[in-house]
C-alpha cells in the first residue's frame, strides 16, 4: 500500500515536498516512480528511482528543478519540486514496480502498485 501526502496550493516559483510512504517490508526491492494527471490529460511520468536509489530518470519536463529520493529504512520515496510553474498543476501519484532489475519505466503499465494520489497547485 502507498500513500503519497505533501501536496497543496503554491505560487509559481515556489517549492513543495511530495513523500510517499510504503507498507510492508519489501520496499527497497521496488523501483519507484512519480507520475502526475492534470485534468482532462492522460497520467505523465515524471521521475523514477532504482532499488538502492543510485540511478534516477526524470521526464525533459521536470529536469532541473525536480528531484526524487529514497530512504529505503524508511519505506518512503520523495519528490523534491522546485522553480515550481502553473504547468505543473496535477494530482501526483507514487507507483511501484516490483519486476524491473536494471532500467526505470516511464509509462504507466510498468508499474503495479499505486498510491491514492496528492494535489499540487501552482498559482500564477
Known amino acids: 500500500q502507498l500513500q503519497a501526502s505533501g501536496g497543496g496550493l503554491v505560487q509559481a516559483g515556489g517549492s513543495l515536498r511530495l513523500s510517499c510512504a510504503a507498507s510492508?517490508?519489501?520496499?527497497?526491492?521496488?523501483?519507484m516512480g512519480w507520475f502526475r494527471q492534470a485534468p482532462g490529460k492522460e497520467r505523465e511520468f515524471v521521475a523514477a528511482?532504482?532499488?538502492?536509489?543510485?540511478?534516477?530518470n526524470y521526464a525533459d519536463s521536470v529536469k532541473g528543478r525536480f528531484t526524487i529520493s529514497r530512504e529505503n529504512s524508511k519505506n518512503t520515496v520523495y519528490l523534491q519540486m522546485n522553480s515550481l510553474k502553473p504547468e505543473d498543476t496535477a494530482v501526483y501519484f507514487c507507483?511501484?514496480?516490483?519486476?524491473?532489475?536494471?532500467?526505470?519505466?516511464?509509462?504507466?503499465?510498468?508499474?503495479?502498485?499505486w498510491g491514492q494520489g496528492t494535489q499540487v497547485t501552482v498559482s500564477s
Open positions: 507507483a511501484a514496480d516490483p519486476n524491473s532489475l536494471l532500467r526505470q519505466p516511464t509509462d504507466v503499465a510498468g508499474y503495479d502498485y
Open positions: 510492508g517490508r519489501t520496499f527497497s526491492s521496488y523501483v
Open positions: 528511482i532504482s532499488r538502492g536509489g543510485l540511478t534516477t
